[in-house]
């Protein structure tokens, strides 16, 4: 234990002393931080684009090759959009748009056809198995739907959580990443889905069939995911909405970045993605499942909110964006709290690094939600608990600057008796 | 604790002091000081200036009050003043609220457990979007969101002697309390729902004519026998799910004191609390969950969802074969998911966390307040007399350990008690002390954004009603007198009083 303090002091030392560059003005870090975020918006735009690309050259030509091709640059593209998770939660536009791009988890027979194990439709969804590769025309909701051509608006207007139910995911990164790798079938086993390239053949050479529906399907889920990532990007730069919304107001601002970076650590990341899978012991409690990229999804994260803390971050091209951060703020009047703060990031990265280095040396996070596995659930445990951690650090910064952490302009509860009773 | 410790005591003390309905053991109160009491008083009067909105009066849930955001995720926030810490208990909650259950035995043992019989595999299929569930839409629609409460009159041994007026009622004796229209392999379902309606025309001032379906309902497919020749069925719709643990923590002194069960002050309208039994702190508490009223507290309310809807045993229910009856031995012996480590189906941090995800699911902030139709709308609502049971404003006990819901000025609009609607909207199956002609009045918070969150516009405790109009006409018994006016008022008034409850 003590060990493990002397560390993390040692790190936050070194941190704070490379964060001081700046004098802090609310507007700057106001303005740095939207930079930061359309670099990552921008980012992510290029590497969806690039995977864009390799899906139209598996299409046009499906190999081991292509597919292999297309799974790398959907993992490369997953590197600068979990780094901007970090804007949900704060920002209103973010969280009114990123369900359609990474809602998880979702129920895959909706979307192509799925291994008998997966059962059938059942009273709760009867859309899990519907199969939109098979089926030209199905009802749903007691309507008729003409599915001949796999669109974009099909996806988005039709089929994206159809009938109410949330896991009817039909649209963005998870649905994209099914019909690239196919089902993870290997349970708490080693393995990710193992789709065939011959999924994408034409001809007699097509496995599963329905292969120009698949490609079309994919080509389409990939289309509004370049077109959705378009629209957020442009949100950001000089004149979008999401600055203007953001600068309006200096203090909710600096509010919105941290809300943003609690309600990311604490009750989505730490919770809901990491917390509950433990519970339940349920390999399908995996944040990217078919691809078995949960490690990176995690890291990648747990880096978002840092970064963020830092006011720099490292593009895909290794240009550097940095500007005055919250760090700065923070350190002009507590460099204190500065130093734990910094310290506290860093031994969540800690922890998540070592979730990954462990995937990738082989201990897969579906192995290590198994129950009973007493190495993974320490893992886990271990991002949970800094994730955990790092919250109360941010709860202090919040009191520090004096800023309402869950931001809801002018709300009054009675004990603001000024408020209530003249 | 030291409410549960006095419940405890108290009991042991004798009848004298018996804890009852007034008590709160749900909560742990930081008793008021007579000066903030009268604050709370002054603030809870209604208002009798239309002219513009009120303080406060966009925030229906005071500082727990969320954004009302466009699209259908406008129910499924947590209250908005929450800490980083609580979020992950919320956002737990969710993961156990979304989660499908599955029959035992299973690998997954932390799932396991499903009926036998069930009328959902998860929370969130009836509660979609955390909003109001809707009848089926036809005869091939799964009854989802819907089903039947049965039971028969009990004898006088039936009742619970410390419950005055108490009106003794037992599980009908093939079906128990509920009807389930899914049940796993090898085991017969109990029944499906059908419904047929019939149109009524209802003409209105101004020329205007409502139309309402007046439903029939029957048990059909019946998979363990016929009904108890005196079997009640009552149809009930799954409730929308925000604002919960506000509601909870409305001093139950409040909620007693506008009860007028003999109409002492004469204006038609009586207002009769229901009573029930906690299983939790083993004392009569005061109704406030239900369509009657007929649960105490949300984590009682939540433990008998999870029984009865679902199956899945809790320390408060622990029947591991849900509610089926002595005579479903088929059910009662089939494989159960308890006595493994969780001992029950969910062990109480699964309960907790469903509950604490349950009591935070902030309500909407109000929109248009200051439209000028939107204020003639609520002048209509006050003048007419739907205050008299649709209670504006309540202010909630302060806290130790809720801080979401400590101390907040609150706009749900229901008075929590139980009023007669009549023959016509009568399930005539009694409840604890709700007779088979009472309901409790059902909050208005957030009922604006039942199209945008659910995708229709299906009101009542059977989603008989098709808009909010006619949900306002099918109001007979106590409420026959303001359902008239609103029958006879210039259509410009009906028309702005809708508005008005499109902005909560």
């Given at each position: 234990m003590k060990a493990q303090l002397l560390g993390v002091s040692a790190l936050a030392l070194s941190a704070s002393i490379a964060g001081s560059a700046y004098a802090a003005e609310k507007a700057d870090i106001l303005n740095n931080y939207a930079d930061i975020a359309a670099a990552k918006y921008a980012d992510a735009l290029v590497t969806a684009s690039t995977l864009q690309a390799a899906v139209d050259a598996l299409i046009a030509e499906p190999s081991d090759i292509t597919l292999q091709a297309a799974k790398d640059a959907w993992l490369a593209a997953r590197v600068p959009y979990q780094q901007t998770e970090v804007f949900r939660f704060g920002n209103a536009i973010v969280d009114d748009w990123e369900g359609k791009v990474n809602a998880w988890p979702l129920d895959e027979g909706l979307i192509d056809y799925v291994d008998a194990s997966y059962g059938g439709a059942s009273d709760e969804n009867e859309?899990?198995?519907?199969?939109?590769?098979?089926?030209?025309?199905?009802?749903?909701?007691?309507?008729?739907?003409?599915?001949?051509?796999?669109?974009?608006?099909?996806?988005?207007?039709?089929?994206?959580?159809?009938?109410?139910?949330?896991?009817?995911?039909?649209?963005?990164?998870?649905?994209?990443?099914?019909?690239?790798?196919?089902?993870?079938?290997?349970?708490?086993?080693?393995?990710?889905?193992?789709?065939?390239?011959?999924?994408?053949?034409?001809?007699?050479?097509?496995?599963?069939?329905?292969?120009?529906?698949?490609?079309?399907?994919?080509?389409?889920?990939?289309?509004?995911?370049?077109?959705?990532?378009?629209?957020?990007?442009?949100?950001?730069?000089?004149?979008?909405?999401?600055?203007?919304?953001?600068?309006?107001?200096?203090?909710?601002?600096?509010?919105?970045?941290?809300?943003?970076?609690?309600?990311?650590?604490?009750g989505e990341q730490a919770g809901e993605r990491m917390r509950l899978g433990l519970m339940l012991n349920d390999p399908e409690e995996e944040h990217d499942c078919f691809a078995d990229n949960t490690h990176n999804s995690h890291y990648y994260v747990g880096l978002g909110i840092q970064n963020v803390y830092l006011g720099e971050y490292v593009r895909i091209d290794g240009t550097l964006v940095e500007g005055p951060s919250l760090s700065d703020l923070v350190a002009e009047s507590d460099a204190a709290l500065d130093a734990e703060m910094l310290g506290k990031l860093s031994q969540t990265m800690r922890r998540l690094g070592q979730i990954k280095t462990a995937a990738e040396a082989g201990f897969r996070y579906d192995q290590m939600l198994e129950r009973g596995n007493a190495g993974g659930e320490a893992l886990i445990m271990g991002g949970v608990n800094a994730l955990v951690d790092q919250t109360r650090s941010i709860e202090r910064v919040v009191a520090a600057l004096g800023v309402s952490a869950i931001e809801f302009e002018g709300s009054d509860s009675l004990d603001n008796p000024e408020a209530v009773f003249q | 604790m030291s409410h549960a410790l006095c419940a405890g005591l108290c009991t042991l003390l004798g009848s004298a002091l018996v804890a009852g309905p007034i008590d709160d053991p749900h909560l742990d109160v930081i008793p008021r000081t007579p000066a903030e009491q009268k604050r709370i008083d002054d603030v809870r009067a209604p208002t009798s200036d239309f002219g513009a909105a009120e303080r406060f009066e966009s925030k229906p849930a005071g500082a727990a009050t969320v954004r009302a955001t466009t699209d259908s995720n406008a129910f499924s926030y947590p209250s908005g003043n929450i800490s980083f810490e609580d979020q992950l208990d919320f956002k737990v909650g969710n993961g156990l609220f979304k989660k499908l259950w599955v029959s035992s035995p299973s690998s997954t043992l932390a799932s396991d457990g499903l009926g036998p019989l069930y009328n959902a595999r998860s929370c969130q299929r009836c509660h979609v979007k955390d909003g109001r569930g809707h009848p089926p839409a036809g005869p091939d629609d799964f009854a989802i969101s819907m089903f039947l409460r049965v039971s028969i009159p009990g004898g006088s041994e039936d009742g619970v002697a410390e419950i005055e007026d108490y009106i003794a009622t037992l599980p009908e004796p093939n079906y128990g309390e509920q009807l389930q229209d899914f049940s796993l392999a090898g085991q017969p379902a109990e029944y499906k729902l059908d419904i047929s309606y019939e149109e009524i025309e209802v003409p209105l001032s101004g020329g205007e004519v409502a139309s309402l379906r007046k439903p029939s309902y029957a048990a059909t497919n019946l998979g363990y026998g016929p009904l108890h020749p005196d079997a009640m069925l009552s149809p009930r719709i799954a409730p929308q799910m925000i604002g919960l643990g506000l509601l909870e923590a409305i001093p139950a002194a409040d909620i007693l004191a506008a009860a007028d069960p003999d109409d002492l002050d004469g204006d038609g309208i009586s207002g009769r609390p229901n009573i029930v039994w906690s299983v939790e702190y083993d004392q009569p508490m005061l109704g406030r969950f239900g369509l009657k009223a007929g649960l105490p507290t949300i984590r009682h309310q939540t433990a008998s969802a999870f029984s009865g809807d679902i199956g899945i045993s809790t320390s408060l229910l622990p029947a591991a074969w849900g509610e089926c009856t002595e005579l479903q031995t088929q059910c009662r012996e089939a494989p159960h998911g308890d006595g493994d480590v969780?001992?029950?189906?969910?062990?109480?941090?699964?309960?907790?966390?469903?509950?604490?995800?349950?009591?935070?699911?902030?309500?909407?902030?109000?929109?248009?307040?200051?439209?000028?139709?939107?204020?003639?709308?609520?002048?209509?609502?006050?003048?007419?007399?739907?205050?008299?049971?649709?209670?504006?404003?309540?202010?909630?006990?302060?806290?130790?350990?809720?801080?979401?819901?400590?101390?907040?000025?609150?706009?749900?609009?229901?008075?929590?008690?139980?009023?007669?609607?009549?023959?016509?909207?009568?399930?005539?199956?009694?409840?604890?002390?709700?007779?088979?002609?009472?309901?409790?009045?059902?909050?208005?918070?957030?009922?604006?954004?039942?199209?945008?969150?659910?995708?229709?516009?299906?009101?009542?405790?059977?989603?008989?009603?098709?808009?909010?109009?006619?949900?306002?006409?099918?109001?007979?018994?106590?409420?026959?007198?303001?359902?008239?006016?609103?029958?006879?008022?210039?259509?410009?008034?009906?028309?702005?009083?809708?508005?008005?409850?499109?902005?909560?």
């Open positions: 859309l899990r198995v519907l199969n939109v590769v098979a089926n030209a025309s199905f009802t749903m909701s007691g309507e008729s739907v003409d599915a001949a051509s796999i669109t974009p608006a099909l996806l988005e207007e039709s089929l994206h959580e159809a009938d109410g139910v949330e896991a009817n995911v039909a649209t963005g990164y998870h649905a994209i990443e099914f019909l690239l790798w196919g089902q993870d079938l290997n349970g708490h086993e080693a393995g990710a889905g193992n789709r065939p390239f011959t999924d994408y053949s034409s001809g007699d050479a097509c496995t599963n069939g329905n292969c120009d529906r698949r490609a079309e399907y994919l080509k389409s889920a990939t289309d509004l995911l370049i077109s959705d990532l378009e629209w957020m990007a442009a949100q950001w730069v000089d004149g979008g909405e999401a600055r203007a919304t953001l600068l309006a107001d200096e203090d909710a601002g600096i509010s919105a970045i941290l809300t943003g970076m609690g309600s990311l650590s604490y | 969780r001992v029950f189906e969910v062990d109480d941090i699964g309960l907790g966390l469903v509950t604490y995800y349950s009591r935070n699911l902030g309500v909407p902030a109000r929109r248009d307040v200051e439209d000028p139709q939107v204020l003639q709308g609520k002048k209509v609502f006050y003048s007419t007399g739907c205050i008299s049971c649709h209670t504006p404003k309540h202010v909630t006990h302060r806290l130790s350990g809720q801080p979401e819901q400590s101390f907040q000025l609150i706009w749900p609009y229901t008075d929590l008690l139980l009023h007669d609607m009549g023959p016509g909207l009568a399930d005539n199956r009694p409840e604890a002390r709700a007779t088979g002609t009472e309901w409790r009045t059902p909050p208005l918070w957030g009922i604006g954004l039942t199209e945008q969150v659910s995708g229709h516009t299906y009101f009542l405790h059977d989603g008989r009603a098709r808009s909010l109009l006619e949900a306002i006409l099918w109001h007979g018994g106590e409420a026959q007198a303001q359902r008239d006016r609103v029958v006879d008022m210039p259509p410009e008034d009906r028309a702005a009083l809708i508005r008005f409850l499109e902005s909560l």
